[in-house]
């Protein structure tokens, strides 16, 4: 069997979705159990006072690297088949600075704020309402910075191929890092005192 399944039509629409749908929920579940729902322990990243989101993200981002890696190797992935997003450098920078930028001060990610909200937190619902209106001011000038939203275009660009190396090269690089980066984690937070307790959880 070769992933991914969609393009061989092992599956319909209705069933992908259905199944996207079930593992969204999951995934939010699993949010929330981590105490991700909790706009106070999102921000304590940015205090350097627990490095939960460090931890979770680093960790997804290796598994699934090596996992996605692997099984390209071994044939049981087509990477002519799988969907990557086309690299657009400059719009894409920007768009991830206003991002951290909005996750410091609301408090929340887009996913996480889904979470919370589902909790029936109030200050989750509104920086959602917030992530409506800025998709509804952007769809409104979109035409107008047409130019910049296309700059820096470099089609599906990966990490590797621009520095000139190997997949395994940048994934043995992210892994020591991600090791790296647990160690001064949990070093800062038993100088803080320890992690941060969600909301209603002491």
Same mark, same amino acid.
């Given at each position: 069997?070769?992933?991914?399944?969609?393009?061989?039509?092992?599956?319909?629409?209705?069933?992908?979705?259905?199944?996207?749908?079930?593992?969204?929920?999951?995934?939010?579940?699993?949010?929330?159990? /981590?105490?991700?729902?909790?706009?106070?322990?999102?921000?304590?990243?940015?205090?350097?006072?627990?490095?939960?989101?460090?931890?979770?993200?680093?960790?997804?981002?290796?598994?699934?690297?090596?996992?996605?890696?692997?099984?390209?190797?071994? /044939?049981?992935?087509?990477?002519?088949?799988?969907?990557?997003?086309?690299?657009?450098?400059?719009?894409?920078?920007? /768009?991830?600075?206003?991002?951290?930028?909005?996750?410091?001060?609301?408090?929340?990610?887009?996913?996480?704020?889904?979470?919370?909200?589902?909790?029936?937190?109030?200050?989750?619902?509104?920086?959602?309402?917030?992530?409506?209106?800025?998709?509804?001011?952007?769809?409104?000038?979109?035409?107008?910075?047409?130019?910049?939203?296309?700059?820096?275009?470099?089609?599906?660009?990966?990490?590797?191929?621009?520095?000139?190396?190997?997949?395994?090269?940048?994934?043995?690089?992210?892994?020591?890092?991600?090791?790296?980066?647990?160690?001064?984690?949990?070093?800062?937070?038993?100088?803080? /005192?320890?992690?941060?307790?969600?909301?209603?959880?002491?």
């Amino acid at each position: 069997m070769t992933f991914p399944l969609g393009p061989q039509g092992l599956y319909s629409a209705f069933t992908g979705m259905l199944a996207a749908f079930v593992i969204g929920i999951g995934f939010g579940f699993f949010l929330e159990r /981590g105490g991700f729902s909790s706009a106070r322990k999102l921000t304590a990243q940015f205090y350097l006072k627990d490095f939960a989101v460090l931890k979770v993200m680093f960790t997804a981002v290796v598994v699934a690297g090596l996992g996605f890696w692997w099984m390209v190797r071994i /044939g049981m992935l087509d990477l002519s088949s799988t969907y990557v997003n086309s690299t657009f450098l400059w719009p894409q920078i920007v /768009g991830g600075l206003l991002l951290g930028i909005g996750f410091a001060v609301g408090g929340y990610c887009p996913g996480t704020s889904c979470v919370a909200a589902a909790t029936g937190k109030l200050d989750a619902l509104f920086y959602l309402g917030g992530i409506f209106v800025g998709v509804f001011i952007y769809t409104m000038i979109e035409h107008g910075i047409e130019k910049f939203h296309n700059s820096g275009s470099m089609g599906e660009a990966y990490v590797w191929q621009w520095l000139g190396t190997s997949p395994g090269v940048i994934l043995l690089a992210a892994s020591v890092m991600a090791v790296g980066s647990f160690a001064l984690g949990t070093m800062a937070e038993r100088k803080s /005192g320890g992690v941060v307790q969600p909301e209603g959880a002491e």
